[in-house]
């Protein structure tokens, strides 16, 4: 008996450490992926940084983009360090800050425009970079083709092609059938005067008989941009998609209601702060779209071996309100084929 109850007791014990080894691995299991925090540096360039934190960004751009990581399992804090940064219009700083991204072994790097990405380059071909509203990335060259990048570079474009910048002035001209004169607000630095945009929609105020004024920024600096412009006796305001454009959106649409001009712009969100009219990509949207390629880096996905998306739907938001301050009907024919009309 007392023979039986050992080897009894020997059993129980053998089965009860197996027990607790079987238990235990999963859990170690899940407390090492518990433990994995990746680390994702996103750069802007002329916003500040105030604009880019917290769960709920303030920046729409920013905001779409934790919004697209959280709802792929990325939450800040338990597995996510997002890195924030922002040249704040000293384009000089680009290589600087992915430097200091590099350094603190970032996993992935996420950037709009091609002056970011192309300052990358010069600093690291390893860590993956995902480009957000790059313009022509193959004519910058930042990657081989668009089908196969070749680099640590892919992501997304903000244009399909340069004939998106002469659709915006037949719109305007559309809305305004007397239109002959019109303002082009574009940045010296991004040149977008003479990029093939610029050039397209030269060609089609040419085509249409409407005069282009050129009234260049800096980053951060408009004010003989819109001087000149009060100077030029235009008749509306055509603004270039560029990032500095994009991030005085509030100082150009005020400026455009005290100087009662129609405007156009490239994206949505000078149209909800009180402009006319806008036609393009939803850059949010694009944001959000980089959230999924820098999933599927963090998963072992290669730069080198994801395609370049282009954009497939563009819209076109109108604001009644603004026309109606304007004294301006618009054509039920543009209304129609409005996405968003804000009245």
């Given amino acids: 008996m007392n023979r039986l109850r050992k080897i009894l007791g020997v059993s129980l014990t053998v089965t009860s450490v197996v027990a607790v080894l079987l238990l235990a691995a999963p859990l170690s299991a899940g407390a090492q992926q518990i433990r994995k925090v990746h680390r994702v540096g996103l750069i802007f360039t002329t916003s ?4 880019m934190v917290g769960p709920e960004p303030v920046h729409p751009s920013a905001r779409a983009f934790v919004d697209g990581l959280r709802a792929l399992g990325y939450i800040e804090g338990q597995n996510l360090i997002l890195e924030r940064r922002s040249a704040e219009g000293r384009f ?24 970011i990405p192309r300052a990358a380059m010069a600093i690291t071909t390893t860590v993956p970079i995902v480009m957000t509203t790059s313009t022509d990335p193959v004519r910058e060259g930042l990657v081989q083709s ?6 640590n570079i892919t992501g997304l474009t903000l244009t399909p092609a340069p004939e998106i910048e002469a659709k915006r002035v037949e719109l305007l ?14 940045s010296k630095d991004d040149r977008d005067w003479h990029s093939p945009a610029g050039q397209s929609l030269q060609a089609a105020a040419q085509a249409l008989g409407v005069t282009l004024v050129l009234a260049e920024h800096t980053s951060q600096q408009f004010t003989e941009a819109f001087t000149l412009i009060s ?13 500095p454009a994009f991030a005085g959106r509030a100082l150009v649409v005020d400026f455009a209601t005290r100087s009662q001009l129609p405007s156009m712009f490239a994206f949505r969100e000078p ?33 080198a071996d994801l395609p370049v998306e282009q954009p497939t739907k563009f819209e076109l938001v109108v604001n009644l309100k603004t026309a109606k301050a304007l004294g301006l009907a618009v054509p039920v024919s543009v209304l129609t084929r409005a996405d968003q009309v804000i009245e």
């Fill in 48 to 51: 500040p940084v105030s604009e």
């Fill in 92 to 115: 000089e700083r680009f290589g600087e800050i992915v430097a200091e991204l590099v350094r603190l072994k970032a996993d992935v790097i996420v950037a709009p425009g091609d002056l």
């Fill in 146 to 151: 668009l089908a196969r990048p070749g680099g």
């Fill in 173 to 186: 001209r559309e809305v305004l059938p007397g239109l002959s004169r019109v303002a082009y607000l574009a």
């Fill in 231 to 243: 100077r030029a006796r235009v008749q509306a305001l055509l603004v270039a998609a560029s990032p």
């Fill in 271 to 303: 149209v909800e702060l009180g402009g006319l009219m806008s036609y393009g990509v939803n850059v949010a949207d694009n944001f959000r779209r980089a959230a999924t390629y820098v999933d599927k880096m963090l998963k072992g996905a290669k730069p």
